[in-house]
């Protein structure tokens, strides 16, 4: 089992930028790829963006051009920089963990290809809450 805390929600205006921090209990010589994920009370979870044990990324097709998702491998802290933020990227943002045999299903997932689902990752943190008003 993956800890995943997740930090840097808040409230911002239309246009605005956050960035999300997910700090893991991972090391260097782990497997795992990591991503974030959305939810709206009484909607779908919704997946945002994914980087796997590679480095390499994938995002949603909401996000692309406006989100960065980026790990820093020596510290196993994954960010997720959000650029022109728009009210319908509010909700509670969830970092993610999956083992490396079942990354592909998690980063097709993330990228709109299959449904989101508490079983879609072996890992969750508890959430950051981001408002775009």
């Known amino acids: 089992h993956v800890q995943l805390v997740e930090s840097g929600g808040g409230s911002v205006q239309t246009g605005g930028s956050l960035r999300l921090s997910c700090a893991t209990s991972l090391n260097p010589d782990s497997r795992y790829c990591l991503g974030w994920i959305r939810q709206v009370p009484g909607k779908e979870r919704e997946g945002v963006a994914g980087?796997?044990?590679?480095?390499?990324?994938t995002y949603a097709h909401s996000v692309r051009g406006r989100f960065v998702i980026s790990k820093d491998n020596a510290k196993q802290t994954v960010f997720l920089q959000m650029r022109s933020l728009k009210p319908e990227d509010t909700g509670m943002y969830y970092c993610?963990?999956?083992?490396?045999?079942?990354?592909?299903?998690?980063?097709?997932?993330?990228?709109?290809?299959?449904?989101?689902?508490?079983?879609?990752?072996?890992?969750w943190g508890q959430g950051t809450q981001v408002t775009v008003s």
């Open positions: 980087i796997d044990w590679d480095g390499s990324t």
């Open positions: 993610a963990a999956e083992r490396l045999p079942l990354c592909p299903p998690f980063m097709d997932n993330i990228q709109g290809i299959g449904v989101v689902t508490r079983g879609s990752a072996a890992s």
